[in-house]
């Protein structure tokens, strides 16, 4: 696999894939977002000052206006 690619399971990709975009995200505001879809667990975590929380969310929505 090429070190460039983002591994994605087929199931719930579209939650997967909008968890690693707002992981993206958050490390633009010192934050992190812990994603674990091994094994049947769907869980995306968020990890960081929560005062960014608005900021980041709002970067993200603006990529899909």
């Known amino acids: ?3 460039n690619m983002i591994p ?4 719930d990709a579209n939650f997967e894939i909008m968890a690693r975009i707002v992981k993206a ?9 812990k ?3 091994s094994n049947g667990v769907r869980k995306a975590v968020f ?3 929560e005062e960014m929380r608005p900021h ?3 970067e993200v929505l603006d990529i899909f206006e």
């Open 35 to 37: 994603i674990d879809f």
């Open 8 to 11: 994605i399971q087929f199931e």
């Open 25 to 33: 995200a958050s490390h633009k505001y010192n934050c992190d977002v």
């Open 1 to 3: 696999m090429n070190s």
């Open 47 to 49: 990890m960081g000052d």
């Open 56 to 58: 980041i969310i709002e």
